[in-house]
Antibody
Framework: QLQLQESGPGLVKPSETLSLTCTVSGDSISSSAYYWGWIRQPPGKALEWVGS???????YYTSSLKSRITISVDTSKNQFSLRLSSVTVADTAVYYCASGACTGGNCYSFDYWGQGTLVTVSS | SYELTQPPSVSVSPGQTARITCSGDALPKQYSYWFQQKPGQAPVMVIY???ERPSGIPERFSGSSSGTIVTLTINGVQAEDEADYYCQSPDSTRTSWVFGGGTKLTVL
């Protein structure tokens, strides 16, 4: 049973970089049985997939954030991270980290989620 | 960009059947997923691969697919089912995930 926990600053100033970390327990982040992702939800709005990273090292990002986002993995700490640069008020949201299963070369949607962390962009 | 379309709201009385639809051009060729989200909580997957139900999800939750429309059905709705429901699917390249706009289910 995987467990995921987000951590990072709850307040970021406009134009600065948002950095969040997701700590994974219950299995190795290097396992090919999983992939890892970030999803965000602005207050009162819908869920938005932000990006994913796979055991191959491949990363995919939502097109609207592609120029500002990096998702990386730290296998030594069993963590993966999100960095979003040049943030604006529009980036205020609850950020969730999540994992999905991969089998036989196919990957499926997110069945394990962290509890979410609210990041507010404000001066 | 690819979009999934859901009705903003659905209302049903306790014990009735709730049906929430989701439409998208890639749905005939890509699996769909459904998530339940209650206020202040993380989403929970209730249907995966169009029709499969994760362990621990009540049998009253079911999913179906027909062409470009997938449907989440909740039989015998209970008060505890009141929540926001999101459909999700990969786009045609299977490198991006898309969520629908969400449907608020109200139990009258």
């Amino acid at each position: 049973q995987l467990q995921l926990q987000e951590s990072g600053p709850g307040l970021v100033k406009p134009s600065e970089t948002l950095s969040l970390t997701c700590t994974v327990s219950g299995d190795s982040i290097s396992s090919s049985a999983y992939y890892w992702g970030w999803i965000r939800q602005p207050p009162g709005k819908a869920l938005e997939w932000v990006g994913s990273v796979y055991s191959s090292g491949s990363t995919y990002y939502t097109s609207s954030l592609k120029s500002r986002i990096t998702i990386s993995v730290d296998t030594s700490k069993n963590q993966f991270s999100l960095r979003l640069s040049s943030v604006t008020v529009a980036d205020t949201a609850v950020y969730y980290c999540a994992s999905g299963a991969c089998t036989g070369g196919n990957c499926y949607s997110f069945d394990y989620w962290g509890q979410g962390t609210l990041v507010t962009v404000s001066s | 960009s690819y979009e999934l379309t859901q009705p903003p709201s659905v209302s049903v009385s306790p014990g009735q059947t709730a049906r929430i639809t989701c439409s998208g051009d890639a749905l005939p060729k890509q699996y769909s997923y459904w998530f339940q989200q209650k206020p202040g909580q993380a989403p929970v997957m209730v249907i995966y691969k169009d029709t499969e139900r994760p362990s621990g999800i009540p049998e009253r939750f079911s999913g179906s697919s027909s062409g470009t429309i997938v449907t989440l059905t909740i039989n015998g709705v209970q008060a505890e089912d009141e929540a926001d429901y999101y459909c999700q699917s990969p786009d045609s390249t299977r490198t991006s995930w898309v969520f629908g706009g969400g449907t608020k289910l109200t139990v009258l």
